[in-house]
């Protein structure tokens, strides 16, 4: 009973929060979506995604033909009343900047059983709206559950400023918001390979360099050479 209940739960914050989040991103953005039926229907599959603006995640959420768990900082889920949303809809924390173990085999836990999991290899917000170098976090969970990757590649919402926002509204001036999901695929990276989460992780990215802009590429633009670009945990202070 008690299972049942939570599930019931679950699904109504995912059903409410998805409609929600599609409802704002359709009536203050210009919304382009393109490819979001390349989302498998069933089948364990991890999303990874580029990150500008704290709606990024609720917006793919919303716009995936499936249900997603979203991994988020674990902040989040400190904060009375949101944090329960949170568990209730079905993302899972992590604690950013660090080696988060736990958080990684609840990725795998969910990946096993069939789920689709949502990541964010950069592990913060791009303040300058390109990509740069990512953790090896997505890459490795993608590796351990063996499932395919599908990239995502988020434009404009860098623009989401509150309240002004609102007032570009109406004034009939709504940022331009684009989304592109790409195809889902094993990552090429063989077994046995030295480095080979260092070198998953450049893949990844790469996949979603090739879904940006040229001018959005950034530590990713380019050919991939012979050192992957991936970066350190302990490079990159917990500043946002």
């Known amino acids: 009973m008690k299972a049942a209940l939570s599930r019931a739960v679950g699904r109504a914050a995912y059903a409410l929060g998805t409609r929600l989040s599609r409802v704002l991103a359709r009536t203050f953005a210009r919304l382009e979506v393109v490819g979001a039926e390349h989302v498998p229907r069933e089948g364990a599959v991890v999303l990874v995604a580029n990150h500008l603006h704290l709606f990024d995640s609720p917006l793919v959420t919303a716009l995936s033909p499936r249900r997603l768990h979203p991994m988020a900082k674990r902040e989040l889920f400190e904060v009375p009343l949101i944090g329960w949303y949170f568990w209730a809809f079905g993302a899972f924390p992590v604690r950013r900047f660090s080696a988060d173990v736990g958080a990684l085999r609840v990725a795998r836990g969910l990946l096993r059983d069939g789920q689709a999991v949502l990541m964010f290899p950069e592990g913060t917000r791009s303040r300058d709206t390109v990509l740069h170098a990512a953790l090896p976090g997505a890459a490795t969970v993608v590796l351990l559950a063996g499932a395919p990757a599908l990239p995502v590649a988020i434009t404009g919402t860098e623009q989401i400023?509150?309240?002004?926002?609102?007032f570009a509204w109406l004034r009939g001036r709504r940022?331009?918001?684009?989304?592109?999901?790409?195809?889902?695929?094993p990552l090429a990276t063989p077994e046995g390979a030295?480095?080979?989460?260092?070198?998953?992780t450049d893949?990844?990215?790469?996949?979603?360099?090739a879904l940006l802009p040229e001018a959005r590429r950034g530590a990713y633009a380019g050919p991939a050479g012979s050192v992957p670009v991936v970066a350190r945990a302990s490079a990159r202070p917990p500043t946002a």
């Open 175 to 185: 940022p331009r918001i684009r989304v592109v999901f790409g195809t889902p695929a």
């Open 203 to 209: 893949e990844l990215m790469r996949r979603i360099a």
């Open 194 to 200: 030295p480095h080979r989460a260092e070198l998953a």
């Open 161 to 166: 400023r509150l309240p002004g926002v609102f």
